[in-house]
Structures are given as C-alpha cells and as structure tokens.
C-alpha cells in the first residue's frame, strides 16, 4: 500500500508540473535524434557573443569539450556551437523560448549544422539539449528548465520580481537515453510518448 | 482501515496538487524590460505566407488580429524587417535565415538595452515564420491540420510587447498549441494582466 502511495504521489506530481515548451511543434525523440549530425556529452568552457557580418543578429559561439559521442556518430574533441542570441556593449538580443547556451554546463547535445554554414547549432531547438544531473548513483539528463527570455534559476533579478516557470522534469537515464539514440539510429521503431 | 486508507490518499493527492500548481501564471520576460512609450508601432511586411490563401499571404488578418493587445499600432511596409533596428516587424515570408525551421512555429527576435534605472527598454523586435507549416488565418474558412496565423501573431506579440508564457490554459501566452486552435487569438484575462502589469 504504502508502494502505491508513493506511485500515485509521484504521478500526481509529474502530471502537475507545467509545461516549460516554446511555441514549437514537438518533434518524436527518434527523429531528433535521427535528424542530428552529432549527438555529444561534453563540457561549456567558454561562450562568447558576435554580431554576425550584417550587423543584424548577435550569435553566441560556445566550446563544447566533448568527452562522449553517442550512436554512431564520432569526432574531434571540442566543438564550436552558435546559437542565436547573446549581449554585445551592453546590448541584447534573444530569440524567445530558444535554447541558451552558458559556460560550465555539463550537456548532452543533438547538433545539426546550420543550413548556410559548417556550424553546429542545437537541433529541434529545446529537444536537443538536456542538462546532466547525478541523481544518487544516476546519471541522468533533464530538459533545460531556463531558455532565453525566461529568468536564470539562482541568478540576481534586478527590478520587480518577474514569475518565470524554472521546473525541473523528472530525468531520464543516461544510459536509458544513449539506447534510445541508439535505436532511434538503427531505424527501429520506439514509442517513446510524447515528451512535455 | 480502508477508509483511512483512502483518507490518507486523497489528503496526500489534495496536498501535491497544492504544492505542485504554480502560484503564477503570466510571466515576464527576464530582465523586466518594456518599450518606453505605447501604442507600440509593429509593422506587417506585405509579402505574406504562400501557404496561407487567403488573398494576401496573411497580411491583413494579421494586422488586425495583434491589435487584441489594445496597445498596438499596426500596419502594412514594404519595408522587410531589420533586425537589430526599430520598428517591430513581422515577416509572414521568411524564416528569418533559418532561424525558425524544423517544429518552430514563429519565432521573436527581440533587443534591449541594460538600464540602471529599472526596467529594461526594449528596442526592436522582429518575428519570423516558419514557412514550411502549414498555416491558414481568420480570413480563410475551414481548417484542415493547419496552424492559425492569427492566433500565432497574437503570441508572438505578447513577447514583442515584453510577456513571456502562461502556464493558464486557453490563454494566447500558454506556450503550446494545436492545429485548428484558434483560442490564441482573443486574450485571456490572465494575458490583460501580464500586459497590465507592464503598461
């Protein structure tokens, strides 16, 4: 009895949780994970901010140590991502509801190229970013609560207070998440459900 | 035993439901940051979306569906947006140099600049579209597996104007949507708040 009390209480928690998605349409896990060039573990050590030739869009470029590819995939060390968005001479420019990339997270990214150039960026945007947490002897990823625009968990909030959703969803596995990928690259059908 | 059972249940169900519904529902973007004066001038390029057949790509329902907002100065240009510069425009054509592909909707670029003072001032925002979904607008009848251009605008300047998402069901800043939804075009109250709290 006191198994499905904790069973019942953990549903009731997980179904209450908001929803932390932008206004995309969410893609099945298999084709994200199909669709990425790379899908990497690794380290942020540094980011820094540029705008772009035309002076019209400020990216962020990010290294990423990599210290596990997943699948098949496989390839240099460090990795240079850009993502939309950034601060340059005190000027900011956000693409709302998308990821943010910052230096010192431990990640595991799906990366596609960008359509107009070699560079990486995060594939099917919130899907393809995930935090690494140990959780007890568990590794496991968590969606990235914090996209742009939404306010930064622990961070100083200068002004009034603002109210932004910072959850953290329930994990997956490492482990569990590299099979998937796994299968997801091996053409099998899974059905993996819906994230939220 | 059994009705303590069941007692005891419905008191833990009552007490994480509690616990767990969020106290807010609109949410500022962060930092606070707004424009410095209202009505806010959002333009409409001229060029609209292939997909939506309506007689002009979405153009004019759009104009008028973002004007829900009350606070909201808008207009057709034949000026294509400029990222980086005022005034907030909203491409139906493009997606913004792959800015928005794949399960992206529409996506907004926004600026602002860091004050000292209090609430950040916002200086340009641009919206992009995703011009391999299929779209329909309110000008159009019927709808079939098609995303609603109007209510998608009307989002997407709850976060031109400074809003970021509701986690209130039915209201235009609850962050997802379906075909055929056509909810996000009239405001919620929760919505008039969130701009309220701003303006």
């Known amino acids: ?196 | 035993m059994r009705k303590q059972t069941i007692l005891s249940i419905a008191l833990s169900a009552i007490f994480v439901i509690a616990a767990a519904e969020p106290v807010m529902a609109y949410t500022l973007l962060s930092p606070r940051r707004r424009w410095a004066t209202t009505p806010i001038t959002v333009r409409v390029y001229n060029v609209g979306n292939s997909t939506i057949t309506d007689g002009d790509g979405g153009v004019t329902a759009v104009v008028g569906a973002i004007r829900a907002w009350g606070i909201i100065s808008s207009s057709t240009t034949s000026s294509a947006a400029v990222r980086g510069t005022a005034p907030a425009t909203i491409m139906l054509n493009t997606n913004g140099g792959g800015l928005c592909t794949g399960g992206c909707l529409a996506a907004t670029l926004t600026g602002y600049y860091t004050t000292q003072t209090g609430d950040d001032r916002i200086y340009d925002a641009d919206v992009y579209t995703n011009t391999a979904q299929p779209l329909y607008s309110s000008r159009e009848s019927g709808c079939s597996g098609e995303y609603d251009i109007d209510g998608i605008m009307t989002h997407e300047v709850g976060h031109v104007i400074g809003l970021g998402h509701s986690s209130v069901a039915g209201a235009t800043m609850y962050p997802s949507v379906s075909a055929c939804n056509t909810s996000p075009r009239s405001l919620a109250t929760d919505d008039i708040n969130g701009k309220n709290d701003l303006y």
Do not use: C
């Open chain 1, 1 to 196: 009895m006191r198994r499905s009390l904790s069973l019942i209480t953990l549903l009731l928690i997980v179904s209450a949780l908001p929803l932390t998605a932008s206004q995309f349409i969410e893609q099945p896990f298999d084709q994200v994970a199909r669709e990425a060039s790379l899908i990497v573990r690794g380290t942020v050590t540094n980011t820094w901010s540029a705008w772009d030739d035309s002076h019209e869009v400020i990216f962020t470029y990010a290294t990423v140590n990599v210290n596990r590819y997943f699948g098949e995939s496989t390839g240099p060390d460090t990795l240079i991502v850009r993502e939309v968005g950034g601060t340059v001479d005190g000027y900011t420019q956000e693409a709302i509801g998308f990821p943010a990339i910052r230096s010192g997270e431990d990640v595991v990214l799906m990366l596609a190229k960008w359509d107009d150039s070699a560079d990486y960026r995060i594939h099917a945007y919130n899907q393809g970013k995930y935090l690494v947490k140990k959780s007890g002897p568990d590794i496991i990823l968590i969606e990235d609560p914090v996209k742009q625009g939404d306010a930064r968990v622990g961070g100083a909030e200068k002004g009034p207070r603002t109210n932004a959703v910072a959850s953290t969803p329930a994990g997956l596995r490492l482990e569990e998440f590299a099979q998937m990928v796994d299968d997801a690259r091996a053409a099998r059908h899974i059905d993996t459900g819906k994230r939220q």
